[in-house]
């Protein structure tokens, strides 16, 4: 058979050859792979041998590599690199894929072996990353009912299937919510303050929608945002506001009032079934922050620390509200974004376009790799040898600082058709040591949606352009530097409350004199950055930032009061809520509005008892960074100390010894606070 996938790549570095895959490779590769890690699966299940953790632990981790391989590529290019085909492929392919993996997960025979091991531990002179590979294993089984009894078992797949029924429902409804609802303007006097390319995309929709000669507003963040922050009409900003947060618990079919109470109801029971006092504990078992209790301790010291200067800022756009509108005007929800956006104009008066000319691409990338060079030694060198999945794609070498070979490195910079937006990282093959101490070093990419060059401009990206690229290259080198014994913990495979360290922590270095000396010079005449341009760049970043903080704050209080919860909820939801809440709003509240039921991250999306991780990375992120300020940003001795308790770690040890070891304590508020400006 002539399947790439099948055999030895023969290519550079065991590189993807990503010239040699049709697309007709894919699904005999996957069904190949699915019957091989059934095989190797069986091997472990039929060995005659006790229980080990060589032959039942190790084994389970090393199976299912030759459908790795594969499914790895399938599922990035479905991100990157997509077509009708390929998606039709996954489609096909991932019933299959999940059937597969819940064959395993539920294999009783397995999971009694896994047992077995676990049972011994203690005894078992385990290294700690065995030790830990050993709980994961465990703890993967038992988290889905494994241990329980026959009929507890029933129940779980029951609770199970319901949730995943009432969650799809839950987003469908606020999907169906969102699409239906149009704010039709029908004279151009409505349009007034919105800018530019607000009115085009509101033409583009009225055309869209056979409305020819209107306006169409939609409750889509790139339609509503602008038309908050900038539409002078306040009476429809009112109704748009009004329309946006009491989606979903309208008198029809798409409410979601009693789908909350279901959801928040069926969690709870499945965590108390297995043994857990509420969902919240469930979750945390697996996360830095270990237990509510510290979830709601983060939650409280912001929210004190904060909200003195968050009034100040309610005030200050009040005061200029009433400096506009007259001294009776009561400052509303649907005011906020419009006043702070021309008090934001007046403090700082920052255009992010007058920034893009220090910001040219290829010199903000010379400045990233040239950081990471100061700091760890590492170097890149283009390597044309290695495949590429696409011809913006460029692929690196990538260097220790002793000239050894590190990893592979992807970088994709521009949107095209078939590339989904944002921004994200991923490994085309993650790092392991196999059992003959064999380093297999890591392939990762970086893939972004930056401002693409014109005919007579190169790529010039805005400020926050440069943030993403920081972000993700922190993630990359995550995955580059990671240097563990067990894939399923190399790397970026951490705990979720720990995994935006590595990414924002090399944000801090965006509003650094020092590092923007570095490479920040305008494309034409070579001028470097003004350091006055710079100083309104770090002004502008603290505006409003104790504001936001509550605002997140009271997501992450919403979240919690759901997710503590021990007995079972019925009552008024939208009361719930703004009882939970209630110490984070300095705006008035309408009666009607409603966040959580359509709050897909912590209803539908996997940020369930999650939220508060926002703050928390922050927190994290400032506080291993004041190491950096202390000991200068470029020290060499606080990176290796970064790198070698950190970021080579992956999730070999529980973050919080992680954490510790580099900084010697544990992560306070106090540099976040002194980052925000609040001390
Ligand atoms: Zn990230």
């Known amino acids: 058979m002539n399947n790439p996938f099948l055999q030895p790549y023969h290519t550079l570095h065991d590189t993807t050859p990503f010239q040699q895959i049709r697309i007709e490779d894919y699904e005999p590769a996957v069904r190949e792979g699915m019957r091989l890690e059934d095989e190797e699966i069986q091997q472990i299940t039929g060995n005659p041998e006790e229980p080990t953790f060589q032959n039942t632990i190790l084994a389970l981790e090393h199976a299912g590599k030759a459908?790795?391989?594969?499914?790895?590529?399938?599922?990035?290019?479905?991100?990157?690199?997509?077509?009708?085909?390929?998606?039709?492929?996954?489609?096909?392919?991932?019933?299959?894929?999940?059937?597969?993996?819940?064959?395993?997960?539920?294999?009783?025979?397995?999971?009694?072996?896994?047992?077995?091991?676990?049972?011994?531990r203690e005894s078992l002179q385990l290294t700690p990353e065995e030790r830990r590979l050993l709980e994961k294993s465990y703890d993967g089984f038992v988290r889905n009912g494994a241990n329980l009894s026959e009929e507890d078992k029933a129940t779980f797949r029951k609770l199970s299937m319901e949730l995943?029924?009432?969650?799809?429902?839950?987003?469908?409804?606020?999907?169906?919510?969102?699409?239906?609802?149009?704010?039709?303007?029908?004279?151009?006097?409505?349009?007034?303050?919105?800018?530019?390319?607000?009115?085009?995309?509101?033409?583009?929709?009225?055309?869209?929608?056979?409305?020819?000669?209107?306006?169409?507003?939609?409750?889509?963040a790139p339609s509503y945002v602008p038309f908050m922050k900038y539409s002078d009409k306040r009476e429809l900003r009112k109704t748009l506001y009004m329309a946006y947060n009491t989606q979903c618990c309208h008198d029809n079919e798409f409410n979601n009032l009693k789908i909350v109470e279901q959801l928040v109801n069926l969690r709870m029971e499945l965590a108390q079934l297995l043994g857990f006092k509420n969902y919240a504990e469930y979750v945390l078992k697996k996360r830095m922050a270990e237990h509510s209790e510290n979830v709601y301790k983060l939650l409280n010291d912001l929210l004190e620390a904060y909200t003195p200067t968050a009034r100040q800022e309610v005030e200050e756009i009040r005061a200029l509200a009433r400096e506009l509108e007259g001294e009776d005007f009561e400052l509303m929800p649907w005011d906020f974004s419009y006043y702070a956006e021309k008090l934001k104009n007046r403090k700082f008066s920052l255009d992010e376009e007058a920034l893009r000319p220090y910001f040219e691409l290829s010199r903000v990338k010379a400045g990233v790799f040239g950081l990471a060079t100061r700091l760890y030694g590492i170097t890149f060198k283009e390597n044309k040898e290695i495949p590429v999945y696409h011809p913006d794609v460029q692929a690196y070498e990538v260097f220790?600082?002793?000239?050894?070979?590190?990893?592979?490195?992807?970088?994709?910079?521009?949107?095209?058709?078939?590339?989904?937006?944002?921004?994200?990282?991923?490994?085309?093959?993650?790092?392991?040591?196999?059992d003959n101490g064999c380093n297999s070093r890591p392939h990762v990419s970086v893939t972004m949606n930056f401002t693409k060059a014109t005919k007579d401009k190169?790529?010039?990206?805005?400020?926050?352009?440069?943030?993403?690229?920081?972000?993700?290259?922190?993630?990359?080198?995550?995955?580059?530097?990671?240097?563990?014994?067990?894939?399923?913990?190399?790397?970026?495979?951490?705990?979720?409350?720990f995994v935006e360290l590595p990414s924002q922590i090399m944000e801090n270095f965006a509003i650094e004199k020092e590092f923007l000396n570095t490479f920040a010079c305008h494309y034409q005449t070579g001028e470097p950055i003004p350091q006055e341009l710079i100083q309104r760049i770090v002004d502008?970043?603290?505006?409003?930032?104790?504001?936001?903080?509550?605002?997140q704050l009271s997501f992450g209080f919403l979240d919690m009061a759901w997710y503590t919860r021990q007995s079972k909820f019925e009552g008024d939801v939208k009361a719930y809520e703004k009882e939970a809440w209630q110490r984070t709003q300095l705006l008035p509240q309408p009666k009607d509005t409603c966040m959580s039921v359509q709050f897909g991250h912590i209803m539908s999306g996997g940020y369930s008892a999650g939220y508060y991780s926002y703050k928390w990375a922050e927190v994290l992120d400032a506080d291993a960074f004041s190491v950096f300020k202390e000991t200068g940003i470029f020290n060499q001795d606080t990176a290796r100390s970064f790198r070698e308790n950190i970021l080579s770690k992956g999730g070999t040890e529980h973050p919080m010894t992680l954490y510790k070891r580099f900084r010697g304590q544990e992560p306070t508020i106090e540099a976040l606070l002194k980052r925000n400006g609040i001390k």
């Open 458 to 497: 190169p790529a010039l990206l805005t400020f926050s352009e440069v943030n993403t690229f920081l972000h993700e290259f922190g993630h990359a080198l995550h995955g580059m530097f990671a240097n563990t014994r067990f894939q399923s913990m190399s790397g970026t495979n951490v705990y979720w409350d």
């Open 67 to 120: 459908l790795d391989r594969v499914t790895t590529v399938l599922f990035n290019l479905l991100s990157a690199e997509t077509c009708d085909a390929l998606e039709e492929i996954a489609e096909k392919l991932t019933p299959a894929l999940s059937e597969h993996a819940n064959n395993i997960s539920l294999n009783e025979q397995l999971f009694a072996r896994v047992k077995a091991v676990y049972d011994k």
């Open 400 to 434: 220790d600082r002793d000239g050894s070979f590190l990893a592979v490195l992807y970088t994709d910079f521009h949107p095209r058709e078939g590339k989904r937006s944002g921004a994200w990282m991923t490994s085309y093959k993650e790092q392991w040591i196999d």
């Open 540 to 551: 502008a970043s603290n505006f409003n930032v104790a504001y936001a903080c509550l605002r």
């Open 164 to 220: 995943s029924s009432l969650t799809l429902k839950f987003s469908q409804n606020h999907l169906k919510e969102t699409n239906g609802y149009e704010l039709v303007l029908h004279t151009e006097d409505e349009l007034a303050g919105l800018p530019e390319s607000a009115i085009e995309a509101a033409a583009h929709t009225a055309h869209e929608k056979g409305k020819e000669g209107c306006w169409v507003i939609t409750l889509q």
